[in-house]
């Protein structure tokens, strides 16, 4: 892992955003794996400007989220699909119809896994995943748990996603169900860009990197994959 350590957010989102403009300018069609929570604003505040001051187009990528909640609408405010769209593809190029997203309503979670699978295949895999860290170590909702998953499946949240997400949630109960992308679709995407901020994730960051390669810290498989960039603040990296 290359581990990069900044001062502030912003700088943090202006180096991790360029590697995702560098690559669109040099493979227009670049499949990119997005995330959501606060950490990666910062980046895609970046991207959005880039757009806007046209040096950049995202005209023909593909996008696919790492995870969404079950049991809330799409269009609801706190759906990892509108957050997307208000952070970053309503500010940017990208076709509607090139953006995918797990479904977190299907009656089937087998089926929209195989489905999430298939799509990703065919758009012909990730080039770049994009992650950042919960508190507990999960990477997409891939909690704490007995082994590493492979494809998507449907997750129960643990208290401590529970407990972070919730402050998010003021209308209607946190969903306690989520549909995420599995450790195996995460780790076969050509490179990973990672960021985490702040003291609260010093812990989960140090397990990730320092620890014993483990399901009990799902972000430690990290290891063993073979191009990760690490964008870490000094709070976040206080531990290393
Ligand atoms: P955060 O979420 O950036 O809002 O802390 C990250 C995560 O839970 O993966």
Redesign the pocket.
């Known amino acids: 892992m290359k581990v990069l350590i900044f001062d502030t957010e912003k700088e943090i989102g202006d180096a991790a955003g360029k590697i995702f403009v560098d690559l669109v300018k040099a493979k227009s069609n670049a499949v990119i794996g997005f ?1 959501t ?4 604003v910062p980046t895609y505040n970046y991207m959005a400007e880039e757009y806007s001051k046209g040096n950049v187009s995202f005209r023909d990528i593909t996008t696919f989220n790492l995870d969404e909640y079950c049991d809330l609408p799409r269009e609801h405010k706190n759906s990892f699909y509108m957050f997307m769209m208000d952070n970053l593809f309503s500010r940017i190029d990208v076709k509607p119809e090139n953006i995918n997203f797990l479904d977190g309503n299907a009656a089937d979670p087998e089926a929209e896994s195989k489905r999430y699978a298939e799509a990703i295949i065919k758009a012909g895999g990730i080039d770049i995943q994009f992650l ?3 508190r507990n170590g ?2 997409g909702f891939n909690e704490p748990a007995g082994a590493f998953t492979d494809e998507a499946f449907k997750v129960r949240l643990t208290d401590s996603t529970i407990e ?1 997400n919730s402050v998010y949630f003021d209308d209607v109960p946190m969903p306690r169900y989520a549909m995420t992308m599995g450790i195996g679709s995460i780790m076969r995407a050509g490179k990973i860009v990672f960021v985490a901020t702040g003291k609260a994730k010093a812990q989960a960051v140090k397990a990730m990197i320092q620890g014993e390669v483990t399901p009990k810290c799902p972000a430690s498989i990290l290891q063993q994959h073979k191009d990760v960039t690490v964008f870490l603040d000094r709070d976040a990296a206080s531990l290393l």
């Not at 929570?37 to 990666?40: F, I, L, R, Y």
């Open positions: 995330a929570g606060m950490t990666p950042g860290i919960g999960h990477i972070a």
